[in-house]
């Protein structure tokens, strides 16, 4: 049973920084690309940063210099390190998988929108405050 648990949100000043961690189970994490999105009170969810079997990343316009998404494989963890945070970061923070397959093109996670529809797992989410 595949299981992503999320960790590390609270409320923190303008400013501020938090780590926010994934611990993934029941499959090969290594052949997985993961990704953190976010989704803010009566907005869509929308993509924070993606990093895939290669180490290689993506980032929203919104968070790039300052965020950093990083994967442990010996752990199976995902992080988000999350600096200079603004009130609009504010959002609830999920961590989500793609498991490649023989059946996936090499590069499937390039082509995962920010809605992250096409990603398989979802965690349950952790809640990111930040007030100015």
């Known amino acids: 049973q595949v299981q992503l648990v999320e960790s590390g949100g609270g409320s923190v000043q303008s400013g501020g920084s938090l780590r926010l961690s994934c611990v993934a189970s029941?499959?090969?994490?290594?052949?997985?690309?993961m990704g953190w999105f976010r989704q803010a009170p009566g907005k869509e969810r929308e993509g924070v940063a993606i990093?895939?079997?290669?180490?290689?990343?993506n980032y929203a316009d919104s968070v790039k210099g300052r965020f950093t998404i990083s994967r442990d494989n010996a752990k199976a963890t995902l992080y988000l390190q999350m600096n200079s945070l603004k009130p609009e970061d504010t959002a609830m923070y999920y961590c989500a998988a793609a498991i490649y397959t023989p059946f996936r093109p090499y590069d499937y996670c390039s082509g995962i929108p920010s809605s992250g529809h096409g990603m398989d797992y979802w965690g349950k989410g952790t809640l990111v405050t930040i007030s100015s």
């Open positions: 990093i895939d079997v290669d180490g290689s990343t």
């Open positions: 029941g499959y090969t994490y290594s052949s997985s690309c």
